[in-house]
């Protein structure tokens, strides 16, 4: 599996952070069923790793992933689980060596040109820009495509439904990440259709 090919399933990658158990595969089934082919679940909680593999296992045909790999122990908890694709925030160089050693694609987080030259010198040629808007948004993704054309983003953190598409339409931008469509209320509330909703007005974009 590539990450050029998990990253073009869909426009938008939410970014999910499970508080109950029970809610993970309800979820993930609304945001499929959404359109939202591509989930990155972010190892924040201590029932993320399992929460990925009830998710994986009600939805097949869905990219699990894991978000917030920052260090040996979250990466091995990541293949662990049976994730389809690793997310982290940035990059050092202890993960930079794990990455190399698994199959598992790893997307990488970066901010500025110096880090993503640092990841295009190591061959990767799709980064998360993070965190996006913080870091400059759109205009810097314009700049820094003017040096580094060849390197792809997936920009995380700060986006919406009304600002997705200005990233969108850079030719840098093959994703984009965001919460947006995972609002708190609704989830305690279980209302699954409510989330499908918002997942197809964001694979929509
Ligand atoms: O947990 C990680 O590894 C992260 O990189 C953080 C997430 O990407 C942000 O939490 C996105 O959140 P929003 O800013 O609401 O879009």
Known sequence: MSIEKILTAAPVVPVVV??????AVPLAQALFNG????????????IAAEAVKLMKQAVPDAYVGTGTVINK???NASIEAGADFMV?????DE??????ETDIPFLAGAATPSEVMKLASNGFKYLKFFPAVAAGGVPMLKSIAGPL???KFCPTGGINLTSAPDFLALENVVCVGGTWMLDKQLI???NW???EELARQASQL
């Open 18 to 23: 499970i508080e109950n158990l029970e809610d």
């Open 35 to 46: 359109g939202l082919k591509t989930l990155e679940i972010t190892l924040r909680t201590a």
């Open 73 to 75: 122990e979250t990466f």
């Open 88 to 92: 982290s925030p940035g990059v050092n």
């Open 95 to 100: 993960l930079l060596s794990l990455a190399k």
């Open 149 to 151: 054309p060849h390197i």
């Open 188 to 190: 305690k509330d279980k």
């Open 193 to 195: 259709a409510a989330i």
